[in-house]
């Protein structure tokens, strides 16, 4: 197998984009986007989406492809990147998915299950316990239903919760079981990389990152999409911290802080799921040359360190 998908990861704000820029260019190719917000159209600033500079610099694919008000599951996710990539084969030889969600990355590499197909009933029941008990609640269960799930969703999105406990109700398998159950076979190589900074260096370019969204116009977007705050898309950090806001349970500066505070503990759970991972090598963002290097031996030698499927 000549092709190879090469895929960066890392917690959010560690810099990927940029790294996935520079190795684009290196090897003359276009980039696929797994991150789990940035295909919906409607959400700009929020999501971080690479700039219109980023975007002509290298063609992107999966950022702005899809409406908030469009269902767009993992194994959705999973269908249009492997069409993609049999399209992008035939004129490169390496391709980039970039990205933070560790639940879409491993769809493309290994495949993702169907899902069982959970009852009105339990769905009601869950949403009841919602309304009842509050999302901490939903959050403990799942903890104990489903460690590896809880390591990586947002758990501050209800809506991904209440579909993780539907799938363990209605089936007695945990969710996280369906995306490595049956692992597909892919007529293409895969090397796995993830950067990440200091633990320190990154929450400060966190801290940073929401403080330049806010001032980018943050709450002005997120007050433009308050009609559909009950959709699944927005439910997610830098969104539903504002919609409390707007609703006047918390103040401006109150809602800056728990963006602040719940991208940390997100980007603690995407460091938690992808050092779990044997098959990634690690590196700091700044070490473009050594990366470089690992991936013109790697590339041509997959046992050295790429995976091949």
């Not at 403990?140 to 990586?152: G, T």
């Not at 759970?269 to 473009?288: A, G, H, N, V, Y």
């Amino acid at each position: 197998m000549s092709k190879t998908l090469i895929i960066i990861a890392g917690p959010t704000a560690a810099g990927k984009t940029a790294l996935a820029i520079q190795i684009a260019k290196h090897f003359q190719t276009e980039i696929i986007s797994a991150d789990s917000r940035q295909f919906y159209r409607e959400m700009n600033i929020g999501t971080a989406k690479p700039s219109k500079e980023e975007l002509a610099a290298v063609r992107h694919h999966l950022i702005d492809s899809h409406s908030i008000k469009d269902t767009f599951s993992v194994g959705d996710f999973e269908r249009e990147v492997i069409n993609l990539l049999e399209q992008l084969f035939k004129v490169h030889d390496q391709v980039i998915l970039v990205g933070g969600s560790g639940l879409f990355i491993n769809a493309v590499c290994n495949g993702f299950d169907e899902l069982p197909v959970a009852s009105e009933e339990t769905r009601t029941i869950l949403n009841q316990l919602l309304a009842e008990k509050g999302i901490e609640y939903l959050q403990q269960k799942l903890k104990e239903v489903d460690p590896v799930y809880y390591s990586e969703v947002d758990t501050n999105n209800p809506q991904r919760l209440i579909r993780a406990l539907e799938v363990f109700e209605c089936s007695g398998n945990p969710f996280s079981s369906y995306h490595t159950r049956t692992a597909k076979q892919r007529n293409f190589n895969i090397i796995k990389l993830a950067i990440s900074p200091e633990r320190e260096k990154l929450y400060e370019q966190i801290n940073l990152r929401v403080d330049q969204m806010v001032e980018n116009g943050l709450f002005e977007e997120v007050e433009k999409l308050s009609e559909y705050k009950h959709l699944n898309a927005l439910n997610t950090v830098g969104y539903s911290e504002i919609f409390e806001c707007l609703d006047m349970k918390i103040s401006k500066q109150e809602a800056t802080d728990k963006i602040k505070q719940n991208t940390r503990r997100f980007a603690k759970r995407q460091l938690t799921w992808f050092k779990k991972s044997e098959d990634i090598k690690w590196f700091d963002p700044l070490e473009l040359d050594s990366i470089l290097n690992f991936l013109d031996v790697v590339k041509t030698s997959p046992r050295s360190g790429g995976q091949k499927n």
